[in-house]
């Protein structure tokens, strides 16, 4: 199986600041069928379910604010909130498509804080 | 607008089978979709269960195969899990997703989720 691997575990950034988290495949994730990345990112608030926000490691899901970029190739990935708002406090979490048999697997989620 | 909302027991003995129904609103599940069950645990974080498309064709979790059956019932616009001989490690929230489709294989709308306990 496909091992995702989030760091940091949490994260404190100041409002209005960039905040980073990054998401590391035990595998590529990367299809060469489609030249595509089968990576996603969501954000779950407390009592919620999780919203996608990118897929394709660096396509926005539509409404998503575009403060939100996902980058990355391969193994490496990362999402990034350029300008920090009150809101964006959740966890996230990176998820890969492996096909063949078909298996999604999720990292273990990166608590975001004000 | 899509809506997804899950129902069955919050409590289950252990040994016994988990089982609950997905009611989709908003779109028929006969349109082409993916249609996905997933767990979150504190142990375990997200965990993906298994899927099913609407001619019936189901993938399963590795790690759940042969305990776990997902099926759609196309008149009640509903999908259902079955998850036998089930253990405290099975006590999660369980949610019902829509795969995006496009070959994206990520979910677009979730339900609220429903919080299943084993104990006895």
């Known amino acids: 199986d496909i091992v995702m691997t989030q760091s940091p575990d949490s994260l404190a950034v100041s409002l209005g600041e960039r905040a980073t988290i990054n998401c590391k495949s035990s595998q590529s994730v990367l299809y060469s069928s489609n030249n595509k990345n089968y990576l996603a990112w969501y954000q779950q608030k407390p009592g919620q379910p999780p919203k996608l926000l990118i897929y394709?490691?660096?396509t926005r899901e539509s409404g998503v604010p575009d403060r939100f970029s996902g980058s990355g190739s391969g193994t490496d990935f990362t999402l990034t909130i350029s300008s920090l708002q009150a809101e964006d406090v959740a966890v996230y979490y990176c998820q890969q498509y492996s096909g063949t048999p078909p298996m999604y697997t999720f990292g273990q989620g990166t608590k975001l804080e004000i | 607008q899509v809506q997804l909302q899950e129902s069955g027991p919050g409590l289950v003995r252990p040994s016994g089978t988990l089982s609950l129904t997905c009611a989709v609103s908003?779109?028929?599940?006969?349109?082409?979709?993916?249609w996905d069950w997933v767990r979150q645990s504190p142990g375990k974080g997200l965990e993906w269960i298994g899927e099913i498309h609407p001619t019936g064709t189901t993938n399963y979790s590795p790690s759940l195969k042969g305990r776990v059956t997902i099926s759609v019932d196309k008149s009640k616009n509903q999908l259902s899990l079955k998850l036998s001989s089930v253990t405290a490690a099975d006590t999660a929230i369980y949610y019902c997703?829509?795969?995006?489709?496009?070959?994206?294989?990520?979910?677009?709308?979730w339900g609220q989720g429903t919080l299943v306990t084993v104990s006895s």
């Open positions: 908003g779109v028929s599940i006969s349109n082409g979709h993916w």
């Open positions: 997703a829509r795969d995006k489709g496009d070959y994206t294989s990520t979910w677009d709308f």
């Open positions: 394709w490691a660096s």
